[in-house]
């Protein structure tokens, strides 16, 4: 890895995943990484699933989790993150109209409040439909507003903010002191606005990666939804651009 600290979010090789994890997590290393965001455990324990990981070369540090499952108790999922010695933890959430963002707004600081006390900053990842305005105000930044940063940290994914017609860079900037991660996604040219490789797409990702440093972004980490050719080749090309950062 060259000095950006970048990782991948392992849902983008999920086809290969969800066939054969060890040989997946294998080629993730050989594509490029040496770090990971957790999509799940791959049906496996998290000491099963941290053992596949080391022994492919590889350090989770971040994980996306469920929100449900923290809501009913955060003691399994902070267990999960200790075996793995991950720090942050991850969610995306939705709702209907103003008053639902702000009672997710409640749940997620008393969620966050109890993460920050066991060692763990909750980050919220945002797709497009936080960029819905109440009032004039947009969902996302209502959850912010209402939520304490060491509760609730942001995960900006750069390419849905681009897909809400919001510029990321300013997103970054506005969020700066609050965005210990983001992530890196493309967005392919054309009407279609569909996903891209890092690099080959319209987003300004130097200014993106400037700004992110500039916030205190600790991790950059590479995501894509869906992709265009071989998942695992995606990758390969995203870290490519990556490590030349």
Not at 168 to 197: N, Q, W
Request: glycine fraction near 8%; charge should be negative; aromatic fraction near 10%.
């Amino acid at each position: 890895m060259g000095k950006l600290p970048f990782a991948i979010q392992l849902y983008t090789v999920r086809d290969y995943m969800d066939k054969d994890a060890p040989e997946t997590l294998k080629r993730v290393k050989a594509a490029g990484y040496d770090y990971v965001e957790l999509a799940g455990l791959a049906g496996r324990t998290a000491p099963e699933f941290k053992k596949l990981v080391t022994d492919a070369g590889l350090t989770a540090i971040s994980a996306h989790v469920s929100v449900e499952e923290l809501w009913k108790d955060t003691a399994p999922t902070v267990a999960m993150l200790n075996e793995f010695g991950i720090k942050y933890a991850a969610i995306s959430w939705n709702a209907k109209d103003k008053a639902g963002w702000l009672a997710n707004a409640k749940v997620l600081d008393s969620i966050g409040g109890k993460l920050h006390a066991a060692g763990v900053q909750f980050c919220y990842h945002n797709h497009a439909h936080e960029f819905e305005k109440f009032d004039g105000v947009y969902a996302l930044d209502l959850l912010y507003q209402n939520t304490k940063p060491e509760n609730l940290a942001a995960q900006i994914d750069v390419y849905w903010v681009k897909y809400g017609n919001e510029d990321p860079v300013a997103y970054i900037k506005k969020y700066a002191g609050r965005c210990p991660l983001l992530h890196i996604k493309d967005m392919a040219k054309g009407e279609s606005r569909t996903f891209s490789e890092v690099g080959c797409g319209i987003i300004d990702m130097p200014a993106v990666i400037a700004a992110g440093k500039a916030a205190g972004t600790k991790w950059f980490i590479v995501e894509q939804d869906t992709c265009p050719v071989d998942s695992l080749e995606s990758a390969r090309i995203s870290a490519e651009y990556m490590a030349k950062l």
